[in-house]
């Protein structure tokens, strides 16, 4: 797939400008209509932030009006105020898989609850019934699933323990086995209804790695990296802090981002975005970053020179400055510019063989 296949419509932005360019070449988004996307990322490194917005970048986009945003909650870990830090709109739109009788959400347990639950909305879809519409679906994370095998396999150990029974056979929870069945067809589904899934992976340490092997690795099979559009590995960098009342602060992170086998542009990336507790992605700030560190922007004891703003000062009062001049979109294209002809210049020129 080419990232100049996709209409700019179809695109879902992550909210952070420098990201949409690493994934898809465009400043427009990051996930695709009709796609399966998968992220994977260690613990506090801001996954679950970093999907959210996802969803409250589908809130304010007119693209995505009609669609419902799932955020299957299997973890509960997300327990921020969703108003607060990802507006109103999307806090009226967010919705669970399900609810029960007396209207409390219900998410999935199991593997085998979500493979029927996504199936469930796409086949809705495909057979035009009432109320079904197109979905932005987020799994927070496959790895909180439990499995059928996995619970009838507790159950036989339950009851051996209390009759002193050798339990015998397969401890494993068959999950990889059950997303190499499925999750093809949902692939095909999401394609057909042109809804988006995001599933959600914790790292694991890869004691088989070796000395010069990868160090983290992540359950669930193989076919979570296969079908997946693009992959994205987040790790936890250096915490942001702040002098406040004489004592130095945490108010944030850097979230180092791998981008890994994407489909859409062919090209793998690694950026960092800073992640604020208060305010979540600092899209500005991270784009800021990134141009000094590429050197399009100058550096000095005097602060950072930036011709196109006509400016020269601390990234304090760049930013300042940004924000209260509603300048956001004029640094997008400054961005955008300089990550094309980064893309140009490193494109290998040779004679063609066909």
């Not at 899209?283 to 970053?289: E, R």
């Not at 955008?336 to 063989?353: G, L």
Request: charged fraction near 30%.
């Amino acid at each position: 797939m080419d990232s100049m296949q996709v209409k700019k419509e179809d695109f879902l932005s992550s909210g952070c400008t420098i990201l949409n360019l690493a994934c898809s070449g465009t400043p427009y988004g990051c996930a695709a209509k009709g796609k399966y996307h998968w992220i994977v990322g260690d613990s506090s490194s801001g996954k679950t932030f970093l999907t959210l917005t996802f969803l409250a970048e589908a809130s304010i986009n007119h693209n995505f009006d009609d669609y419902d945003l799932i955020f299957d909650n299997v973890e509960d870990g997300a327990l921020m105020d969703v108003s607060r830090f990802f507006g109103q709109k999307l806090a009226d739109r967010i919705q669970p898989p399900a609810v029960d009788e007396d209207g409390e959400p219900v998410y999935s347990q199991d593997i085998e609850d979500f493979y029927c639950r996504v199936e469930d909305r796409i086949e809705a879809i495909q057979k035009n019934k009432k109320g079904a519409r197109p979905f932005i679906w987020l799994l927070d994370s496959m790895d909180a699933l439990s499995s059928k095998a996995e619970s009838a396999k507790f159950k036989e150990i339950r009851k051996a323990s209390t009759t002193g029974a050798t339990v015998t056979g397969d401890y494993g929870d068959g999950k990889a086995k059950i997303n190499s069945r499925y999750m093809r067809r949902v692939v095909a589904g999401l394609r057909d209804t042109k809804s988006i899934l995001i599933v959600l992976s914790q790292t694991r340490d890869n004691f088989d790695a070796g000395m010069f092997g990868p160090q983290t690795t992540s359950a669930g099979g193989r076919s979570l990296k296969f079908y997946a559009v693009w992959q994205m590995w987040t790790s936890l960098g250096s915490r942001i802090k702040k002098t406040v009342l004489n004592t130095e602060r945490q108010v944030g992170v850097h979230t180092h981002i791998q981008i890994k086998k994407n489909r859409l542009t062919g090209r793998e990336w690694k950026i960092t975005i800073p992640i604020y507790h208060t305010v979540g992605i600092d899209n500005v700030g991270a784009t800021i970053d990134y141009l000094l560190a590429e050197k399009h922007w100058e550096s000095t004891r005097g602060g950072i020179i930036v011709p196109e703003f006509d400016f020269k000062g601390s990234r304090g009062r760049l930013i300042e400055k940004i924000e209260s001049e509603d300048l956001e979109q004029d640094l997008d294209e400054i961005v955008t510019d300089f990550w094309k002809r980064v893309e140009e210049a490193s494109v290998v020129h040779r004679k063609s063989k066909y």
